[in-house]
């Protein structure tokens, strides 16, 4: 069995502002200690329940936050950088997938460092007029590789927006968001221990997991912060715009969706 972690940073236990999370901050390094230790905490767990391989993403901005040194010999590949318009290298090969580190779409109250791909530039998105975040869309990557996602840990509002959407999926529930900005946090060996053992469950449990998927073709709707933001229609032909602030993308996959949003 193998299994593809991929690890955002809000979700992580220890983070609660802007600070830890973008490079060039004044806590960004502590933020990027904080990843690296629930990584080691998983991929120990991992291991523990028998996982055959194990391939750890670093999918937060531009995929250089985990301390290369201070990982643990339990993931084979720690895949960081580039990885050449792929959402989630390593999948065919994997199993299942974890997502770690994750937080709640753009708009959750109390969320903490709630959004959606941009805090700075986007106010929503929409799949078939349903409101997403990141985590449904990479849910959503994952079941269109016919892989289903295990286990989720985050905030509780990460957690409750995993569970609406796979109720059978295992959620380590690192925190508890006071506001975008403030959290109620674990103590650290609390929250490494629960990520460990929720991790040696998901993998038990993962026979219960289905993969997750949108309905075809992925129709998406995104509602920009300011008019400025949208791009000329001449440099995204792919793009339709519905008004000043808002613009629709048709696409044949979500992973060919997400590269699209990115673009902007």
């Known amino acids: 069995m193998n299994i593809l972690v991929m690890v955002d940073i809000e979700g992580i236990s220890g983070i609660y502002t802007r600070e830890q999370v973008l490079p060039g901050e004044c806590r960004f390094q502590e933020g990027r200690a904080y990843m690296t230790a629930d990584v080691n905490a998983c991929t120990a767990g991992?291991?523990?329940?028998?996982?055959d391989k194990i391939y750890v993403y670093d999918c937060h901005g531009t995929s250089y936050s985990l301390?290369?040194?201070?990982?643990?010999?339990?993931?084979?590949?720690?895949?960081?950088?580039?990885?050449d318009g792929r959402r989630m290298p390593g999948i065919e090969d994997c199993d299942g997938v974890i997502l770690l580190g994750y937080h709640s779409m753009a708009g959750t109250a109390g969320g903490v460092l709630e959004h959606s791909w941009s805090s700075v530039n986007v106010q929503n998105v929409l799949i078939s007029g349903k409101q997403v975040g990141e985590l449904a869309m990479d849910a959503a990557v994952a079941g269109e590789y016919k892989k289903p996602v295990i286990m989720v840990s985050g905030d509780d509002r990460a957690c409750a927006e995993a569970k609406a959407i796979l109720p059978n999926v295992v959620c380590a529930e690192v925190k508890k968001g006071l506001n975008n900005y403030g959290a109620m946090l674990m103590p650290p060996k609390t929250a490494h221990d629960l990520i460990y053992n929720k991790s040696?469950?998901?993998?038990?449990?993962?026979?219960?997991c289905a993969p997750f998927a949108f309905a075809k073709p992925i129709s998406c709707t995104v509602e920009v912060t300011e008019r400025t933001v949208l791009a000329n229609a001449h440099k995204v032909p792919y793009a339709k715009r519905l008004d000043g602030r808002t613009y629709e993308v048709e696409c044949d996959s979500v992973e060919q969706l997400i590269y699209r949003l990115m673009c902007f």
């Open 46 to 51: 991992l291991k523990a329940a028998g996982v």
């Open 67 to 83: 301390i290369w040194d201070k990982l643990s010999d339990d993931a084979d590949y720690y895949i960081c950088g580039s990885t």
């Open 200 to 208: 040696v469950e998901a993998v038990e449990n993962m026979k219960n």
